[in-house]
């Protein structure tokens, strides 16, 4: 449905779920620039932002995977 061709060939490709999940954080944060293209310029961003912070900043980046351990860690200790 929507065009994610200017998305790189290797490792985490862009789809329309992330996509959608933008979307609607953008109609509820910017709702005038809630459209698909900004969207996926979003998702470059992000993906471009992170490569660069595994490069220059890896110790941000280690912080960051620290964080989503433990609250892996949490959510798999909630009771049922």
Do not use: C, W
Not at 3 to 11: A, L, Q, R
Not at 51 to 71: I, S
């Amino acid at each position: 449905m929507y065009n994610t061709h200017m998305t790189d060939s290797g490792g985490y490709q862009i789809n329309e779920k992330d996509i959608d999940s933008v979307l609607r954080f953008l109609k509820a944060t910017d709702p005038e620039n809630a459209t698909p293209e900004v969207a996926i310029d979003l998702l470059e961003h992000l993906k471009a932002s992170v490569h660069t912070m595994a490069h220059e900043d890896p110790e941000t980046l280690k912080r960051v995977y620290e964080e989503l351990k433990r609250q892996k860690s949490s959510d798999n200790h909630l009771p049922n």
